[in-house]
């Protein structure tokens, strides 16, 4: 594991001289007129640098932060409050589950107060909630000041869209008050998209005639600033956003890295917002080095790739969509190519192929976007393109920055990496190294040192793999490439310069110094994202222009007409969804092998889909009828590896719910909960003929 933790501590060391910049570090915050949008022509270029720079670590200037007890309306309060916020470690966070019909929870219990109890109650009813068990496990107490907790993490099924639903969750058995929680549209999301909330980043820098820190518990002012920094973000954007999907959230969560800092856990948690909004976290460099970020979130599909002492790469699908989740402090490319192409077959039909990371391949800060930033590049430009991903989501360099369509250039490149520093106890931050040949190259050359500026600039030159794809305007329909965008800090923890000179692949950059957020809205045909800053008096502005992509090549076919259908339609229609594989000889006496439906047949048999009537016949042309259907349709998604609760909620809100066999229920209820059939006018009208459109909407959803 130690080459985990290390390449996980990549970016620890962000901290100490002040980066170089044309802009004064004590002038005040510009408007977003100065700075929102830049788009001059320029090359990839090593950016210059002053003495005060040069070194291994770099930061935010003084004072370019976000002052809350300023910028907060109610800061004493807030400060009150603050030492019992620090100390409540057992706040429980939402996650996306792997599809949209799930939800997963995470929090943690203490030890002392008894046996820990994973158990979510969850429906939608507050009075009859149905339990769902999950599991728990020891949380290390050197990172508790060694009080002992236990994890608690539980996945929920069966959800459907634009339900309120009502849930509590067991700390040692004693249930919480139920917390409401509704979905929204399955197939028209609205998304929040943040970077670097790092609650606690904000330590050195003045309040009040103080200076922040960064020590233990509520000793932590700088987590007690930034916890509320982060709550206003959330508190405006889901006001001015009150239909939110869910969150991404594209790493740094919190700061002290490979320490204890349950507080700022505690203070990342504890906004309300997100009792009710599920957050897809990245693991960023300051999440990396401990366990406790994959104590606090319970991703889904969790993979054994790109693993650190955080956890690794996830994946997770979402209405239109599949989001790819890599955790890049891990440097192994192959591993995340893995995961990607994993992804993708296990969602082949997405329209979306969205993946989320935290250091910015394609950035323009300074501090990061042509040096530690840009070291995967090489490696990850290529698996992007041959995946036909869509959109990359990033972070790490606290600047925001949308790039032109890229795509890899077809040329081999060297692959880079960052080396172990003498004593193998870290990263060496002053250099990349060539992966084949070793070779080391100088990251913050010294001003004057024409050796250590030639090999920067050969390092810059040496990650120019990209194709920059000819576009005009922000609408674009089926382009070539892939998006990259880069989040500023939502918190306002910590602001970094951009570089002096744009970097040819970026389209529009911004550092105004405030707090911002991204909104996506997408559906089966688009993919759209507005950026807004939050100002010092909490007024939201558009810092970019709205940026469109449109696929016209996944508009939707013509409606199946409904028809009644056969037992043998049925499963002809199942086979050939399947691929057709191959499949022979049937055990049925009305079946015959040249029949067309034969092979159909003899697969749905041997897969479990379809066992006929128990009397040697299958009975291929009699109407299949809607119980049965459902029955096969749920065999069908389990095997294909689609999980559907089997709660009974959907099916008993049916009046005719006593109506369905009983060898039929279970099949009933797990079409209802993923949605693949649904009731009309509260009845689901089991022993009715299965018309040809249902069998066709129910394949689309699977």
Not at 330 to 347: F, S
Not at 361 to 370: E, L, R, T
Not at 566 to 582: F, H, I, K, M, W
Request: glycine share 8%.
């Amino acid at each position: 594991m130690l080459s985990c933790v290390l390449a996980a501590s990549l970016l620890a060391g962000c901290s100490g001289a002040a980066s170089s910049s044309a802009t004064d570090a004590s002038s005040s915050a510009p408007s977003s007129s100065s700075a929102a949008s830049s788009s001059e022509p320029a090359q990839e270029t090593a950016a210059p640098e002053t003495s005060e720079s040069a070194g291994v670590s770099v930061s935010a200037l003084p004072d370019h932060y976000n002052d809350s007890s300023v910028t907060g309306t109610d800061w004493e309060a807030w400060t009150a409050e603050w030492e019992s916020v620090a100390a409540d470690f057992t706040k429980v966070s939402l996650t996306p589950g792997a599809d949209e019909t799930q939800l997963n929870f995470a929090w943690y219990s203490k030890t002392a107060d008894g046996e820990a109890t994973p158990v979510v109650h969850f429906g939608t009813d507050p009075d009859t909630l149905e339990a769902f068990t999950g599991e728990s496990g020891a949380v290390d107490t050197e990172l508790t000041g060694g009080e002992a907790y236990d994890y608690n993490h539980v996945t929920v099924t069966g959800l459907t869209e634009n339900t309120t639903y009502y849930y509590t969750v067991e700390k040692n058995g004693v249930e919480t008050e139920p917390v409401e929680y509704t979905t929204g549209s399955f197939s028209e999301l609205n998304l929040l998209y943040v970077g670097d909330p790092q609650i606690g980043a904000s330590t050195g820098n003045p309040q009040a005639g103080g200076e922040l820190v960064n020590e233990s518990g509520a000793a932590n002012t700088a987590a007690r600033n930034d916890s509320y920094g982060w709550n206003r973000t959330l508190e405006i954007a889901t006001q001015e956003n009150p239909d939110l999907n869910f969150v991404i959230s594209a790493g740094d969560q919190v700061n002290k890295t490979g320490q204890p800092k349950e507080e700022e856990y505690a203070g990342y948690l504890n906004p309300a917002a997100l009792a009710s909004l599920p957050v897809a976290t990245t693991i960023g460099n300051h999440d990396s080095l401990n366990p406790d970020y994959g104590y606090h979130f319970y991703n889904p599909n969790q993979t054994e790739n790109g693993l650190t002492e955080a956890g690794g790469d996830y994946y997770y699908s979402y209405g239109p969509a599949v989001f790819i989740v890599l955790n890049t402090n891990n440097y192994n490319a192959a591993e995340h190519q893995k995961t990607v192409e994993e992804a993708v077959a296990a969602y082949p039909d997405a329209t979306w192929r969205i993946v989320t990371l935290h250091q910015d391949i394609y950035g323009s800060g300074y501090d990061h976007s042509d040096t530690d930033g840009m070291i995967l590049r090489t490696q990850l430009t290529p698996i992007f393109d041959a995946n036909d991903i869509d959109v990359v989501l990033q972070g790490h360099d606290h600047t925001y920055s949308r790039s032109k369509m890229l795509s890899g250039d077809g040329a081999d490149h060297d692959a880079y990496s960052m080396p172990m520093n003498e004593d193998g106890t870290d990263y060496d931050w002053d250099h990349a190294m060539n992966v084949e040949t070793g070779e080391l190259y100088t990251l913050w050359p010294e001003e004057g040192d024409a050796e250590a500026e030639a090999s920067k600039q050969a390092f810059v030159d040496g990650n120019k793999c990209y194709t920059i794809e000819s576009t005009q305007g922000n609408e674009l329909t089926d382009p070539e490439g892939t998006l990259y965008m880069t989040a500023n800090s939502a918190s306002g923890s910590k602001f970094y310069e951009l570089l002096a000179t744009q970097q040819d692949y970026i389209a529009a950059r911004s550092q105004n110094w405030l707090p911002s957020y991204s909104v996506i809205e997408m559906d089966e045909d688009s993919f759209t994202i507005d950026t807004y800053q939050i100002t010092a008096d909490g007024q939201v502005e558009a810092i970019d222009q709205t940026f469109t992509i449109e696929k016209q090549e996944t508009a939707p076919e013509t409606p199946v007409e409904a028809q009644p259908m056969t037992r043998a339609d049925a499963v002809q229609a199942l086979y050939e969804d399947a691929g057709s594989p191959a499949a022979s000889g049937t055990s049925f006496t009305d079946v015959s092998g040249d029949a067309a439906y034969a092979q159909a047949v003899a697969w749905a048999a041997q897969n479990g889909i379809a066992a006929g009537n128990g009397d040697g016949t299958f009975a291929p042309n009699a109407p299949v009828t809607r119980e049965q259907l459902a029955v096969m349709l749920s065999r069908y998604a389990a095997l294909q590896g689609r999980a559907l609760s089997a709660g009974q909620d959907a099916l008993n809100a049916c009046s005719d719910a006593a109506s369905v066999s009983g060898w039929a229920q279970s099949g009933v209820a797990q079409v209802l909960n993923g949605g693949l059939l649904t009731a009309e006018n509260g009845q689901f009208a089991p022993k009715a003929t299965a018309m040809t459109d249902e069998l066709a909407n129910a394949l689309a959803q699977l």
